[in-house]
């Protein structure tokens, strides 16, 4: 009943359908389908385009194209691009949301060539291949790798390198990928895959969704640094791999591999203990199997933490050697 402040977007989906919402402020809408072969990448910014009011791939708010009428809305009439409409198309835009579109996009259908300041840019997209959980965390975990507008890379220049406004930044608080697996029960199809803090150094770790709780390290977040807390670590990560990323970035890479391994075998192994089970006693196994996992994750953390302050402590400026002449 009291509309939207701003043009919000909403994800819908089952193991079926996924439905993309975009509010355009005030009390109008519309919902688009993502075909079964396709994918979509969006930034803060309208994205959807042209809208079928024929098609069941579309929904819309009531009077949503009278009131487009009504106030002149559409600059180009005979069609209903709704991102022309209701979108920005500024130099923000350009810089700030469309290069994370650009990106995406060039990472699933590399085939393409586009420019990353490209206001239009598609909304549906095919992949040259399938999309698995792998790939979405490249893309939610990435600072334009491998391209002249990298913060932390050595292509281009100091000022392509900072261009753009890169998916992961330091002051990004967490990573999701919700996973809903087709052909398994919905008691044990959701895996909800989280990275903490920074997503360039951070694992993405999957959380079986029918589980009662996580673990007390991951569910406990205070406002300053602590070691009880999963957050915190991860956030000591990136900033020790930021600062050091010529000689740290090995060994977290080694360790995000390692992880995504470990991840995988982790799903699968429980979908098979798992499997013969149902209601709470599946839940309790699931919450079980969840705790005993990130503890495991914690162990390998602590690790990669250790190593790295004892190769910053070795790499210290305050050292001295004694020369065999002096």
């Excluded at 996924?18 to 079964?36: C, F, K, S």
């Excluded at 997209?125 to 939610?140: F, K, M, P, S, W």
């Excluded at 013969?276 to 953390?301: H, K, Q, S």
């Excluded at 250790?306 to 305050?318: K, N």
Aim: hydrophobic residues 40%; contains cysteine.
């Amino acid at each position: 009943a009291h509309g939207s402040a701003e043009s919000n977007s909403i994800l819908f989906a089952d193991a079926d359908e996924v439905w993309y919402m975009e509010l355009a402020t005030g009390h109008h809408w519309v919902a688009q389908r993502i075909p079964d072969d396709a994918y979509a990448v969006c930034a803060n910014r309208i994205s959807i385009q042209e809208v079928d009011f024929g098609s069941s791939f579309f929904m819309a708010s009531e009077g949503i194209r009278a009131f487009v009428s009504d106030n002149r809305l559409n600059p180009r009439p005979g069609t209903f691009d709704f991102r022309r409409i209701f979108g920005t198309y500024t130099q923000q835009d350009a810089h700030y949301n469309t290069p994370r579109v650009w990106f995406g996009q060039r990472a699933f259908s590399p085939e393409v060539e586009q420019d990353p300041e490209d206001l239009d840019l598609p909304f549906i997209c095919r992949a040259n291949r399938l999309i698995g959980v792998d790939d979405v965390a490249y893309v939610l975990s990435s600072h334009f790798n491998g391209t002249p507008f990298d913060p932390l890379g050595s292509d281009g220049d100091e000022r392509s390198r900072g261009r753009y406004r890169a998916i992961s930044l330091s002051r990004t608080q967490e990573g999701h990928i919700l996973q809903i697996r087709p052909g398994m029960p919905a008691e044990r199809a959701g895996v909800h895959w989280v990275a903490l803090g920074t997503t360039a150094f951070s694992p993405f770790v999957p959380f079986l969704a029918n589980a009662s709780s996580a673990h007390p390290v991951w569910e406990h977040t205070g406002a300053r640094p602590e070691t009880t807390s999963a957050y915190w670590l991860l956030r000591t990560l990136g900033m020790l791999t930021e600062s050091r990323y010529a000689s740290a970035s090995k060994p977290v890479d080694d360790f995000l591999g390692a992880c995504r391994c470990k991840a995988h075998a982790f799903v699968a192994r429980t979908d098979a203990t798992c499997a013969p089970l149902a209601g709470e006693a599946l839940t309790e196994a699931l919450t079980r199997e969840n705790r005993a996992f990130m503890d495991e994750l914690l162990a390998d953390l602590h690790t990669l933490l250790q190593d790295l302050v004892m190769a910053a402590a070795e790499d210290s400026r305050l050292s001295f050697a004694m020369d065999e002449n002096l």
